[in-house]
């Protein structure tokens, strides 16, 4: 099929206002588009869901439902020409670097907005209560960029509890541990498109085990929302070819402080009892 997103430009530049109306709208929020019911797509655009499906026919769909997905797999996959590589490339040399800074800044806020907006209270509550209530240990894992996530939840995480493990990146030492994991465990997995093979493997190798699974991850979520427990999306959006970490970065600031405050008086001592042994190590912080 040919790629939908070049002929959505098309229709920027068409003769019918209202398809004008929708390709622009759905190219200035196409992260957004991509998980949006064709009511909710219309009612931000201002026009009938009438005129929606008839712009997905026009281009050659069916109906709303395969324009999407046939969408959504090209944003995903950063098969389109609007990935985050090619727009790069096409605007950052004409923007000076107080416009870049303010644009970047600008996206780093809406990828927390919108993580924010779009967060189940229900999952964080469940989130929560996993890792007060584990039986045994609590993991944190995330190979390639994501391990800088997981390393940090470490940090914030190890004062507040008994057991918490982190899982390195090297093959071997990341293996190890999944040999005694079981259903007494928690694991908070993040991973992020393109999903790495590697990932993907641990996931599914951890949850045969019985461990309950906290995704932390981003849209969309059906290829591995049946191995986590609790799903935690974020939004990535960013001005740079790599995704933006600063919605997951606030999901573990946000945990972290609950965990704090639910259980001050033990957060407090365990954080005074890791803070001497720093000390008396001469361990940097």
Same mark, same amino acid.
């Given at each position: 099929?040919?790629?939908?997103?070049?002929?959505?430009?098309?229709?920027?530049?068409?003769?019918?206002?209202?398809?004008?109306?929708?390709?622009?709208?759905? *190219?200035?929020? &196409?992260?957004?588009?991509?998980?949006?019911?064709?009511?909710?797509?219309?009612?931000?655009?201002?026009?009938?869901?009438?005129?929606?499906?008839?712009?997905?026919?026009?281009?050659?769909?069916?109906?709303?439902?395969?324009? &999407?997905?046939?969408?959504?797999?090209?944003?995903?996959?950063?098969?389109?020409?609007?990935?985050?590589?090619?727009? *790069?490339?096409?605007?950052?040399?004409?923007?000076?670097?107080?416009?870049?800074?303010?644009?970047?800044?600008?996206?780093?806020? =809406?990828?927390?907005? =919108?993580?924010?907006?779009?967060?189940?209270?229900?999952?964080?509550?469940?989130?929560?209560?996993?890792?007060?209530?584990?039986?045994?240990?609590?993991?944190?894992?995330?190979?390639?960029?994501?391990?800088?996530?997981?390393?940090?939840?470490?940090?914030?995480?190890?004062?507040?509890?008994?057991?918490?493990?982190?899982?390195?990146?090297?093959?071997?030492?990341?293996?190890?541990?999944?040999?005694?994991?079981? /259903?007494?465990?928690?694991?908070?997995?993040?991973?992020?498109?393109?999903?790495?093979?590697?990932?993907?493997?641990? *996931?599914?190798?951890?949850?045969?085990?019985?461990?309950?699974?906290?995704?932390?991850?981003?849209?969309?979520?059906? /290829?591995?929302?049946?191995?986590?427990?609790?799903?935690?999306?974020?939004?990535?959006?960013?001005?740079?070819?790599?995704?933006?970490?600063?919605?997951?970065?606030?999901?573990?600031?946000?945990?972290?402080?609950?965990?704090?405050?639910?259980?001050?008086?033990?957060?407090?001592?365990?954080?005074?009892?890791?803070?001497?042994?720093?000390?008396?190590?001469?361990?940097?912080?």
């Amino acid at each position: 099929m040919t790629r939908v997103m070049p002929e959505i430009e098309k229709m920027t530049r068409g003769k019918n206002s209202s398809f004008q109306k929708v390709a622009s709208y759905i *190219l200035s929020c &196409q992260d957004e588009v991509i998980f949006m019911t064709l009511d909710k797509l219309a009612g931000n655009i201002g026009v009938s869901t009438t005129t929606v499906l008839r712009f997905a026919r026009a281009l050659g769909f069916e109906g709303y439902r395969d324009f &999407q997905m046939q969408m959504r797999n090209e944003v995903v996959n950063e098969v389109s020409i609007y990935s985050a590589y090619s727009r *790069l490339n096409e605007k950052g040399e004409t923007r000076n670097s107080t416009a870049l800074l303010q644009e970047t800044m600008e996206l780093l806020l =809406k990828s927390i907005r =919108k993580t924010f907006e779009q967060m189940n209270p229900g999952m964080l509550k469940q989130a929560l209560t996993l890792f007060r209530k584990a039986a045994g240990n609590v993991y944190l894992c995330g190979l390639g960029s994501s391990f800088a996530l997981a390393y940090l939840a470490y940090t914030r995480m190890v004062p507040l509890r008994k057991n918490v493990r982190l899982f390195y990146p090297d093959i071997a030492e990341t293996m190890d541990p999944v040999l005694s994991m079981d /259903e007494d465990d928690v694991c908070f997995f993040f991973i992020f498109h393109r999903y790495h093979k590697r990932s993907l493997q641990l *996931l599914k190798e951890i949850f045969s085990r019985g461990v309950r699974i906290v995704l932390i991850t981003d849209y969309p979520v059906d /290829e591995i929302k049946t191995y986590g427990q609790v799903i935690l999306p974020c939004f990535v959006e960013s001005t740079s070819p790599k995704n933006s970490l600063a919605g997951a970065v606030g999901i573990i600031d946000y945990l972290c402080a609950a965990l704090s405050l639910e259980n001050k008086k033990e957060a407090l001592n365990r954080f005074a009892s890791v803070n001497k042994l720093y000390e008396e190590n001469d361990i940097a912080r």
